[in-house]
């Protein structure tokens, strides 16, 4: 077999294959060549042959058609590596592609594992659904034979006689790819996974073998989070970055706009990407219905789809023309845990916030933020797993270090204790008050006026902020689906609210000495 496919003289679409021939030595041949490209299918690889003439899917009309690869899908196989991050606009069909190109590996690799991870129990059925019609379609020989099933339910599907499975889950499932060792791992809409998403991930990646296939896969949502780190840093882990805007598929047209009314931008879009006025016509479209979600749905390039999610709480744009200009600590101590930008000068007066937190080596951090109390300038930062008298002590230490800083601690929680260590053990005596007592209290009120307050700064002051672990919190801190807001899943906020709380100590200590 593999000689008549590598020999073949016709084209793709004349391919000499005959489903109803194969049997578990023909399927073992074709995984040897999965991935080869034979001068007779013109560039496409074995693997899209066989989705070509093999699997089925559903089209958008409801009829069942024979899987043939789309430009997004073709440009995936073209540049498709062991580990693959896909950053893409709704519905490419790149979710269908991964799921029809583990099912041809499960099938022709005995011993193999597949795991398809969906964002929610019902994103998981239609995946189950869509693998369950590849099978359901296939030749009765193969159905009946060496690709009969002993189970084929539950979102698992059983090959007994090949020993493979696969499973399609949940990302809501804590107890996902637990146990098991996996040869081929899809992770669907990453970005919109529930509860801990990078920590969800984690563990699925400690259960794939060598050698297993990896697919990370998206639409944007907003900056910060599990997906957008994975695409940041893609360059420094090895993942293959595939970026697909919506104008790769076809369908993504509507009627012609006239010429004379293209805008500069529109004009400089279609000879950028040699788009038509039929898919103008549909940006337009899609712009007047998703307003400012249209460039997170309907990606167009690899950045501002991040920055258009409409639930983030700052500024996004400052933010980021922030993160372009600054410039590293000038010290780091506390094996990383405290950056300092500007050390303390004589006759300054300072202000430290601290946002405590419990102290374990899980959950949330303990920060503080050094401000300059003339200017505001962020001047040093701590973030770490500390409470306690071990926080008391740190941030004693690092006020006396600025020329004796007022200390603002918020005393909910965790902050009443700290608070008491500071005034009995640790002996300071420049403690924040409200209304005599000590401490800043954290009120359905002064919650939203505070992040408000540092809202106002990103935008009117920037270069007052010198962090970019806080400025990375920022981006990522949302409006929650309960109403309020907070670090988007798998992200910390700590930072945000030692910031926002200086910055609303500093405003009434500020008030309080001009009166």
């Not at 077999?1 to 020999?7: F, H, I, L, N, Q």
Request: hydrophobic share 40%; glycine share 10%.
């Amino acid at each position: 077999m593999a000689e008549r496919t590598e020999g073949c003289a016709a084209a793709a679409e004349d391919w000499n294959f005959c489903p109803e021939a194969l049997n578990r030595e023909e399927l073992e041949r074709y995984g040897q060549i999965l991935d080869q490209r034979p001068a007779c299918l013109h560039g496409n690889s074995v693997g899209m042959a066989l989705a070509a003439q093999l699997l089925k899917v559903r089209m958008r009309e409801g009829k069942t058609a024979l899987l043939k690869a789309n430009a997004a899908q073709r440009a995936f196989e073209r540049r498709r590596g062991e580990r693959n991050i896909v950053l893409k606009a709704r519905q490419m069909g790149l979710t269908t592609w991964a799921a029809a190109r583990f099912f041809l590996k499960t099938i022709t690799h005995p011993g193999t594992l597949t795991l398809e991870v969906a964002h929610t129990q019902e994103s998981a059925e239609e995946i189950f659904r869509i693998v369950h019609r590849f099978l359901d379609r296939l030749p009765e020989n193969l159905r009946e034979g060496t690709l009969r099933t002993s189970r084929a339910n539950v979102r698992q599907i059983v090959f007994p006689e090949i020993d493979a499975q696969y499973r399609v889950v949940s990302a809501g499932d804590r107890n996902a790819g637990r146990g098991l060792t996996v040869q081929n791992l899809h992770c669907s809409e990453l970005a919109r996974w529930p509860g801990d998403p990078a920590e969800t991930l984690a563990g699925l990646r400690a259960s794939l073998a060598p050698g297993a296939e990896l697919i990370l896969e998206s639409t944007p949502d907003g900056v910060g989070g599990c997906f957008h780190e994975e695409w940041r840093m893609a360059g420094e882990t090895g993942m293959v970055r595939h970026f697909f805007p919506w104008w790769m598929e076809r369908r993504y047209r509507t009627q012609a706009v006239d010429a004379g009314s293209l805008t500069d931008e529109e004009h400089d879009l279609m000879a950028r990407k040699r788009l038509n006025l039929e898919q103008i016509g549909y940006r337009r479209q899609i712009r007047a219905d998703f307003r400012q979600l249209a460039r997170q749905e309907y990606a167009e390039d690899e950045e501002s789809c991040f920055l258009a999610s409409g639930d983030s709480v700052f500024e996004l744009e400052a933010i980021e023309a922030r993160l372009a200009t600054m410039a590293p600590p000038v010290e780091v101590r506390q094996n990383g845990e405290l950056e300092v930008w500007l050390p303390p000068l004589k006759g300054k007066e300072y202000l430290v916030a601290v946002d405590p937190a419990g102290g374990g080596s899980e959950g949330d951090y303990s920060a503080a933020q050094v401000l300059e109390m003339e200017m505001g300038l962020q001047c040093a930062e701590f973030a770490g797993h500390m409470g306690g008298l071990e926080l008391a002590r740190l941030v004693t230490a690092l006020a006396t270090e600025y020329n004796r800083a007022w200390l603002v601690v918020e005393r909910n929680n965790h902050g009443s204790g700290v608070l008491a260590l500071l005034e009995t053990v640790c002996g300071y005596g420049k403690i924040y008050r409200q209304s005599g007592q000590a401490g800043w209290l954290t009120t359905s009120m002064s919650r939203p006026a505070a992040l408000g307050r540092l809202d106002a700064a990103l935008v009117e002051r920037p270069e007052c902020f010198q962090s970019r672990s806080l400025l990375a919190e920022c981006r990522s801190f949302v409006r929650l689906p309960n109403g309020g807001s907070g670090a988007r899943p798998g992200t910390h906020d700590d930072r945000v609210m030692a910031m926002a709380i200086g910055l609303g100590a500093r405003a009434e200590l500020l008030g309080k000495v001009s009166r």
